[in-house]
């Protein structure tokens, strides 16, 4: 069995509210739009998915991992070529606030560049998490 892996990185911020809070505002898809510009500008529920037509990548699929009291907030992406990714997600306890660690992982074939357009998307969308949840 070949297990050679992927290039990962961990992108984390942390936000001055509680584990609750966070994991209640960002484990809700409708919430997405304001601060995942990476999945577009709107979601809409389909069945079991949430599907994104604007998004950056065209009409991507999301489906999350069920609502849980760990504070994971896996999910899957479908691009439009049908290849799907996995985005390990989670909210954690960091003192009287949270650290939101989002992992992401290298695709294959994919190129430094792409990888570090990516890792600077995701912090984007963790820094306007961030100023969301702070500014409440």
Known sequence: MNNTGKE???????????????????????NLPAWAHGLGDSIEKAEDRWVAESSPMGRVTITFTPRNELGVLDHEVTL???????????????????????????????????????AGMVAADLARLKELMESV
């Open 80 to 118: 439009p070529s049908g290849e799907t990714v996995h985005n390990p997600v989670r909210v954690i306890a960091n003192g009287a606030g949270s650290e939101v660690v989002f992992t992401l992982h290298r695709q294959p074939g994919m190129s430094d560049a792409d990888f570090e357009r990516d």
């Open 8 to 30: 990962s990185r961990h992108l984390s911020v942390y936000i001055d509210r509680t584990v609750d809070a966070v994991y209640a505002y960002a484990s809700d898809p409708a």
